[in-house]
């Protein structure tokens, strides 16, 4: 190459650097701000796993906190699993060079999965409901009003499918609830963002990625392969997550089968029409649903806070 074409490719590599960042915020500002997830004081735990998630999360909450007309705290959380060959080092030194407050809790829940669960058998739940407990505890300990957690909108369609296929629910991972033990409220920042955004994030930061050894191998977890069925539909068919997640967004409880959030057996004729009534015969059932507001993230967040 010569100086001319090694020029034009750092530009154009800056700019899709910029249109990614701009993008990545403008997700996580309009998450934020769709379901109210930080105030002002609030002191967010970040749960930090060393996993291009939940550090993609912290850099971009880092970012965001710069530059956002409400002030709130983070704080970073590791919970070192004592998984064999973990490099424990690696996180505490990444956050104290770049000057955030953090906690490693130190819980060998590696020898509890393994003790418990049969080999061959996926380890994904028990280990889930052990870091939970211990998370939910440290949180009370740190003040932590809320708790940021790093799944994205992938995620949350996996676990649709997931609940779907093989639980026979329709649910899915919300953006904001409150925890199990009902003493805190759980955030998803990154609900909105896509999972290949934030590969392309962590390259480009260079974040000190720590592979999950302890499950990371099970190549034949279902989530796994529910997970390569949605990459493989969504290079076939552009924007099919995004419509997953927007489906969501816009529940018809009329038109689908739950007894509880419809009453289908006191259904009676109003004698008015309705003209989001019944679509049987529609030739075309499945329109979009309206657009969504176009939605600017931080003004957005804080006329939110001072309407309360």
Known sequence: ??????AAAARKAAFEANKLAKRLYRE???????????????????CLSGGKDSHALLDLLLGLR?????????????????????????????????????????????AIVKRLVPEGQT?????SRLRRGILYRVASELGATKIALGHHRDDIVVTLLMNMFFGGRLKAMPPKLVSDDGRHVVIRPLAYVAETDLERWAAQRAFPIIPC??????????RVQVKKMLREWERQYPG????????????VPSHLMDRNLYPFATLKPTGVPDAMGDIAFDEEPCAPPPAAEAVVALPTAQRGTDEE
Do not use: W
């Open 1 to 6: 190459m010569n100086a001319g074409t090694d």
């Open 28 to 46: 996580l500002g309009r998450a934020i701000a769709d379901f109210r997830m930080i105030e002002p004081g609030d002191k967010v735990m970040v």
């Open 66 to 110: 710069a530059r956002a007309p409400v002030p709130f705290e983070l704080v970073a959380v590791n919970l070192d699993q004592k998984q064999p060959g973990f490099p424990a080092h690696v996180l505490p030194e990444y956050l104290a060079g770049r000057g955030v407050p953090f906690h490693i809790e130190n819980q060998d829940t590696y």
């Open 123 to 127: 380890m994904c739940s028990l280990c």
């Open 213 to 222: 050894s302890l499950c990371g191998s099970q190549d034949n977890l279902q």
């Open 240 to 251: 099919r997550s995004d419509n997953m997640l927007r489906a969501l967004a816009h529940a």
